[in-house]
């Protein structure tokens, strides 16, 4: 069919040539025509996507052949669009600077049609194979660049756990850290910084406290103040932590480890000398190390911990600018002062499990921008620098972590893991190894199986406790896992990864689970089952003393995106949704998907809920692309309100349905003229 074949742009100023190459290549392919190279240029700016190769003529009136090379390689299309040049000029210099300015090859007049069949054809199938080989490799290092993102938050975790703060703080310091770097770079050339830096600087900051693993857990979780000896004893976690790195016996030149040094040993030092461990002073302290300070102090500052509460975003700048945390550069502090605002929104973003695509299709189009083998070669380096990366921070971490994969069957565990657990580092056929059945049980293996099988894309995360022998000695453990499924519509178990930890750690197996379970994995937002919780805790703790809302809504038209579009583009609509709930809610609030295409909101107010419901309405309404968003919205106010959770969710429930019976996209509140709806709608 001819609407299945490829297009070709054949641009000559002579209309018997357009037409011999047509005549010999409409067979194969669909052919675009332009009479001069003014022409072209307008022809490939509208249907750049669909143009597979183009002849281009080298000598023509408006603009020539060399002209249109040298606009395609500005505009960038000489990478996508692949071009053979057509002229009855032969001279060695013609042919030359044609290749040079991109050309893939050259057909010289008269034409002999099989040569311009073959060289065509042959580009052409060449240009599919590396659009192919293009495509898998983006699609490698994005999925490479996704794990090692999963990977930070799960160790983030294991780093923090032991000093009763969430992994988040590893995760905020991050983006702290990243943001200050990305400003100093737009503010000064003092500090020689390229986007590659900032990248290294940033994933290194993860290892600031990593020394806090020696510090005794009586002197790090102490909920008062540290006596002047227990100061000292916490002071020393800058410096075992650089210990610890300077300590590892291969790889130590790496810049990942070096920078990690820096940071560990001097994040506590001070722009006046004031600091510790070595009271360096202004620039003696590596940059790296500066900022990382000013983003662990901001969100030590506003984050809860077991002696203190979180402080206001604002109120902290003011602390740290106010010399209240001690001395740092100035140019930093304006840099803070800058991205004060930015930053409230980012860090409200951040949880577990929340990807940053963003970020990860940023990397992928940085290493696949320039074409050819020195983009493999940096993609192999970036493949093997993430890969060093994770096996370093979960050697360090000193947990047994294993990803299990189910086709063809095997366990892979961390290097630590596997010689702790006394077998190799990758197991084939679990079920069979000997090895692998003196440390589980058979039957205790088929159970985690079955639970991990049994897990949902929604409620992904699974636990066990099992006796196992490691070390020649017989442990109670638990194992903390996580499913992976792929992305298709029906989405299929391709494995899971997890750790398994000694029962004595509890707590920490615990709160990772909470964390896991508690979230929607779709959107990131919390499930039903968790919010109910909190939302109930609130509701107990706070009656008669507060005022709250509860606004339920759905997408009108949902199954319009999904039939319509595809249930790809229903999934975007799905996240953009609770991205536009983020945006719009104080981080005291609650954004809840419920299940499919519903949400609930939850927020306190003063005076009138209105505005705020008002003013979500109108964001969450606006057009993501070719879909129009409308939501019809209940709401109901706990104010004077004796009932519990169930009792404001169906008031909020009779509230939505009042909506949908009048025309849906709209809001309204719940009145006792709904009574007769209540805890009818959903039957």
């Not at 050259?106 to 042959?122: A, G, K, L, Q, W």
């Not at 294991?158 to 503010?187: A, D, Y």
């Not at 000694?502 to 707590?507: L, R």
Request: proline share 3%; aromatic share 8%.
């Amino acid at each position: 069919m001819r609407g299945n074949k490829r297009k070709i742009l054949i641009v000559d100023d002579s209309e018997l040539n357009r037409a011999l190459l047509a005549d010999m290549l409409s067979d194969r392919f669909d052919i675009l025509e332009a009479e001069n190279g003014m022409e072209a240029m307008t022809i490939l700016h509208e249907h750049e996507l669909e143009i597979s190769l183009m002849l281009l003529d080298i000598v023509m009136p408006v603009m020539d052949g060399f002209d249109v090379l040298a606009m395609m390689n500005q505009k960038g299309l000489i990478k996508s669009i692949p071009v053979i040049m057509i002229s009855a000029e032969t001279g060695g210099s013609y042919i030359d600077r044609a290749y040079d300015l991109g050309a893939i090859d050259y057909i010289s007049r008269p034409f002999d049609e099989r040569t311009v069949i073959h060289r065509v054809t042959s580009n052409f199938m060449l240009t599919v194979k590396q659009k192919e080989m293009s495509d898998m490799l983006s699609e490698q290092i994005y999925e490479k660049e996704k794990d090692n993102s999963l990977m930070i938050e799960v160790l983030s975790h294991i780093v923090e756990f032991r000093n009763g703060e969430s992994g988040l703080h590893v995760l905020h310091v991050h983006s702290i850290t990243e943001m200050l770097l990305e400003q100093l770079m737009k503010k000064t050339d003092k500090y020689p910084l390229s986007v590659k830096d900032i990248r290294m600087i940033s994933n290194a900051s993860a290892l600031h406290d990593i020394g806090k693993i020696t510090i005794p857990s009586e002197v790090l979780n102490k909920p008062g103040r540290f006596t002047p000896e227990e100061f000292e004893i916490m002071k020393r976690h800058t410096v075992e932590g650089a210990k610890m790195l300077d300590d590892i016996p291969f790889r130590k030149n790496e810049l990942l480890v070096k920078i990690g040094y820096q940071i560990c040993r001097w994040h506590h030092e001070r722009y006046d000398g004031r600091g510790y461990p070595d009271g360096l002073k202004g620039d003696d302290i590596p940059i790296a190390a500066q900022v990382v300070s000013i983003a662990d102090v901001y969100d030590a500052l506003t984050s809860e911990r077991c002696y203190k509460k979180a402080i206001d975003p604002d109120a902290a700048i003011k602390m740290i600018l106010g010399g209240e945390c001690g001395a740092f550069n100035p140019l930093l502090l304006e840099c803070l002062t800058d991205i004060a605002e930015a930053l409230k929104k980012e860090l409200s973003l951040i949880s577990f499990g929340h990807a940053t695509e963003g970020g990860i299709r940023d990397t992928v189009k940085e290493v696949l921008k320039n074409s050819g083998p020195e983009a493999s070669a940096r993609s192999i380096k970036l493949v093997e620098r993430e890969r060093m990366k994770y096996k370093f921070l979960s050697d360090i971490s000193r947990e047994i972590i294993f990803e299990y994969i189910a086709m063809p069957e095997m366990i892979q565990l961390s290097e630590w893991g596997a010689e702790t657990l006394g077998v190799p580092i990758k197991i084939i056929n679990p079920a069979e190894n000997e090895q692998w059945i003196s440390v589980v049980a058979p039957e205790d293996y088929r159970d985690f199986l079955e639970k991990i099988k049994k897990s949902t894309p929604e409620n992904p995360v699974v636990t066990g406790k099992y006796l196992m022998n490691i070390g020649g000695e017989k442990k109670w453990n638990k194992v903390i896992a996580k499913a992976l499924w792929g992305d298709s519509e029906n989405p299929e178990f391709e494995g899971a990864i997890g750790k398994i930890v000694d029962i004595n750690d509890e707590t920490a197996a615990m709160e990772y689970l909470e964390q896991q379970a508690e979230h929607d994995s779709r959107t990131g937002l919390l499930n039903h089952n968790a919010a109910k919780k909190r939302i109930s805790q609130l509701l107990y703790e706070n009656k008669g003393k507060k005022r709250y809302a509860l606004a339920m809504f759905d997408v009108d038209n949902f199954k319009q995106a999904n039939d319509v579009y595809g249930h790809l583009f229903g999934d975007e609509v799905l996240e953009e949704i609770a991205n536009r709930i983020r945006e719009n809610i104080r981080s005291t609030d609650i954004g809840v998907r419920m299940g499919g295409d519903e949400f609930i909101i939850f927020m306190e107010y003063k005076d009138s809920a209105e505005p705020q419901i008002k003013r979500i309405f109108e964001h969450l309404t606006v057009k993501f692309r070719q879909f129009d968003v409308g939501v019809s919205m209940g709401v109901a106010c706990a104010e004077n309100f004796d009932g519990d959770y169930e009792t404001l969710f169906n008031m909020a429930d009779a509230a939505m349905y009042t909506v949908k019976r009048n025309g849906k996209n709209s809001y309204c509140f719940y009145t006792d003229e709904m009574r007769d709806c209540l805890g009818k709608t959903r039957q």
